[in-house]
């Protein structure tokens, strides 16, 4: 499924609206180039998932973690979904590095979401560790349209 949008407002908003669809227990990499939107529908997942904090890009720090409050933001999360996990993996994080910051205890567990920006050369190693993981395409069209790659 491909979907457009034509400002930050709209990947906002459609990262805002995916989040009603996740159940917990999904693992997405982000693919696309610098400055696609990547950090942008992960900032809007949040939002959707009631999550207050102000998500900022993991370049730096390659793992960040924020708790779901769940409760009525959506009903089908039922307060299974406790975490959001989002990792930056830009500056090149190895399968140990993914061992060591502890998100391969995290990644695939029902109470958990992951969103890995950069991840496409992690994902043969994550299905060797039996992670199931879905990719999310985003392709830079112009200065402010991205389509999206579900
Ligand atoms: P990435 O994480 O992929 O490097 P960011 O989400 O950090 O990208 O940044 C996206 C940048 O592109 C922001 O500066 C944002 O304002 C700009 N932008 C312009 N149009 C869009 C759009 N349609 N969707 C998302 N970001 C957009
Ligand atoms: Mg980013």
Redesign the pocket.
């Known amino acids: 499924m491909k979907i457009k949008?034509?400002?930050?407002h709209?990947?906002l908003d459609l990262g805002k609206k995916f989040a009603k669809k996740i159940h917990g227990g999904e693992v997405f990499v982000?693919h696309?180039?610098?400055?696609?939107?990547?950090?942008?529908?992960v900032k809007g997942v949040a939002k959707g998932l009631g999550i207050k904090k102000t998500v900022t890009?993991p370049t730096f720090i390659l793992m960040k973690m924020y708790e779901v409050k769940g409760k009525d933001e959506s009903k089908k999360l039922k307060g299974q979904l406790k975490k959001l996990l989002h990792i930056d993996t830009y500056r090149g994080v190895s399968e140990d590095d993914l061992i060591n910051l502890g998100a391969m205890e995290l990644l695939g567990r029902k109470d958990t979401v992951a969103f890995i920006?950069w991840g496409i050369g992690l994902i043969p190693y994550l299905k060797k560790s039996k992670i199931k993981v879905k990719k999310i395409i985003?392709k830079n069209i112009d200065?402010?349209?991205?389509v999206f790659e579900f």
């Open positions: 949008t034509n400002n930050l709209e990947t982000l696309g180039d610098l400055g696609a939107g990547k950090t942008a529908f890009s920006e985003i200065k402010n349209t991205r």
